[in-house]
Structures are given as structure tokens and as C-alpha cells.
């Protein structure tokens, strides 16, 4: 009795690590420039095709928050950095508790940042880096209602650790 139970513990952990496998099947976008890998998972990340102003442009399977990355042919030097993210949000409202920090990710040193914004009386948050590498700057953002980005903090953060340099 006890080889049957055994057995069938061994037996349905194969079937589970296979099951886990294949599930954590990850897509790959490439950047423009060709020096960027993103790895995503597309049971918890959505590529949007579409996308103008962005280079590429993501959203959770529940269309709750989405994450946009961009490439830039130039610098963004730690000087301009509060301005630069001031400026992309300037349409929508004044942003506030605007907070920039170090982070490392994976193995780039990022200027990682987090700020809100009040729109229409809904409040936003967003968080995300900017990075100064080989062939110029990468950007990339999370933005969703309040209450959306702590319950998704893991698929960001797991978004964020798909980031690799090519070259």
C-alpha cells in the first residue's frame, strides 16, 4: 500500500512540474535597436501591436494596468530626469508625491521612480525607470487606477525582471 501511495505522489508531482512548465512559457520583444530583450509571461502580459507612441506597449490580462516601453535616441541625464517625467504627464494633471531612486534590476543600475497623478477625480499611480545605456535611454512605465498597481505588484515586478541587455 504504502510503493501505490508512493508511486502516486511521484507520479502526480511529474504531472504538476509539467503542468508548471508549461505554463511559464515566456514570450520575448526585442527592442527596436536590437540591444533590449523583454521576457514576458503572456498569461499574465498582453503585447498591444497597436502602439504609436510607444515602442511597445503591454496590459494584464485584465486590462487594469498598463506597462509602456520606449527607447530614446538621446540621454536622460539624472539632472533632467524630474522634468522629463514631469513633462510626459503635464496633458493629464500636475503629478505629485513624485519619488525617484536607484534600483537595481537584474544587472542595470536603474533611476526608478513612482509618483500620482489625479485625473478626473480618479487617482492614478505610476511607477517605473529610466536607464541610460548603449544607444541611448529606455523607459519603462506602470500606470493604473490606485487600487490596481499593490494587487499587481508581482506581474510588474516580474515584467521588470524580464529586462535584459542583448549586447
Not at 61 to 70: D, G, P, R
Amino acid at each position: 500500500m504504502s510503493k501505490n501511495l508512493l508511486f502516486l505522489f511521484l507520479l502526480s508531482s511529474l504531472i504538476s512540474t509539467g503542468q508548471t512548465k508549461k505554463n511559464s512559457k515566456l514570450e520575448t520583444y526585442t527592442s527596436r535597436k536590437e540591444i533590449y530583450q523583454i521576457k514576458y509571461n503572456p498569461d499574465h502580459w498582453i503585447k498591444n501591436t497597436d502602439s504609436i507612441d510607444w515602442d511597445a506597449q503591454f496590459h494584464d490580462k485584465y486590462n487594469l494596468v498598463n506597462a509602456y516601453f520606449i527607447e530614446y535616441d538621446y540621454f536622460i541625464t539624472d539632472k533632467n530626469l524630474k522634468s522629463t517625467i514631469q513633462d510626459e504627464y503635464k496633458e493629464f494633471g500636475k503629478i505629485k508625491n513624485l519619488k525617484i531612486y536607484k534600483k537595481k534590476i537584474n544587472d542595470i543600475t536603474v533611476n526608478y521612480f513612482e509618483c500620482e497623478l489625479d485625473y478626473n477625480d480618479i487617482l492614478y499611480k505610476y511607477q517605473g525607470f529610466i536607464y541610460n545605456g548603449k544607444g541611448g535611454s529606455i523607459q519603462m512605465q506602470y500606470g493604473a487606477q490606485a487600487e490596481a498597481i499593490e494587487p499587481n505588484q508581482g506581474i510588474i515586478d516580474e515584467l521588470n525582471n524580464g529586462i535584459l541587455i542583448i549586447q
